[in-house]
T-cell receptor
Framework: DQQVKQNSPSLSVQEGRISILNCDYT??????FLWYKKYPAEGPTFLIS?????DKNEDGRFTVFLNKSAKHLSLHIVPSQPGDSAVYFC?????????FGQGTRLTINP | EPEVTQTPSHQVTQMGQEVILRCVPI?????FYWYRQILGQKVEFLVS????????KSEIFDDQFSVERPDGSNFTLKIRSTKLEDSAMYFC??????????FGNGTRLTVT
């Protein structure tokens, strides 16, 4: 069964610095991963994705890195801004469903 | 930009009552989903739906749950006899082929 784990429930970063969010996975048949961002009282919003043919994908301030041998991915946000404060979910896309990690609450301090 | 819309935003019901949560997916999307998030926990998959039938369902999605696409636009989740532990945020999502899921803003279900 697909499993996605985010072992850090929270992260606090100073504005302007780099935020690094981590995610580990097991039993993935489909090496396609996504990051979602969630504000309170809203649904998750797609942020960035990466597939197994790449080890890095960049979109503006957001970069996702995939290490297939370690079954690990990370999301880098640089520079971090106050509006980035949210819960970030790593997810693995399976054939019929998206499986989420537990989420990491990112707080950007001014 | 097109959105997934969910109604109501908050539903309060008594234990044992039936509830129907409603969703209007993005119009050209073909795949539909329901997820839920119990307070403080992860977002959990309930069911996926494609071509007018369930593609996959989780262990949570037992006989008390059902989904329907009654017309070309709505996608509903019915819970026949609600339990206290059904209290959660329920998120509807849809996607096009090869694209990420787009989520609605959820319905908060409170079972008393």
């Amino acid at each position: 069964d697909q499993q996605v784990k985010q072992n850090s429930p929270s992260l606090s970063v100073q504005e302007g610095r780099i935020s690094i969010l981590n995610c580990d996975y097991t039993n993935s048949m489909f090496d396609y991963f996504l990051w979602y961002k969630k504000y309170p009282a809203e649904g998750p919003t797609f942020l960035i994705s990466i597939s197994s043919i790449k080890d890095k994908n960049e979109d503006g301030r957001f970069t996702v890195f995939l290490n297939k041998s370690a079954k690990h991915l990370s999301l880098h946000i640089v520079p971090s801004q106050p509006g980035d404060s949210a819960v970030y979910f790593c997810a693995n896309q399976g054939a019929q469903k998206l499986v989420f990690g537990q989420g990491t609450r990112l707080t950007i301090n001014p | 930009e097109p959105e997934v819309t969910q109604t109501p935003s908050h539903q309060v019901t008594q234990m044992g009552q039936e509830v129907i949560l409603r969703c209007v997916p993005i119009s050209n999307h073909l795949y539909f989903y329901w997820y839920r998030q119990i307070l403080g926990q992860k977002v959990e998959f309930l069911v996926s739906f494609y071509n007018n039938e369930i593609s996959e369902k989780s262990e949570i999605f037992d006989d008390q749950f059902s989904v329907e696409r009654p017309d070309g636009s709505n996608f509903t989740l019915k819970i026949r006899s609600t339990k206290l532990e059904d209290s959660a945020m329920y998120f509807c999502a849809s996607r096009d082929i090869g694209a990420p899921l787009h989520f609605g803003n959820g319905t908060r279900l409170t079972v008393t």
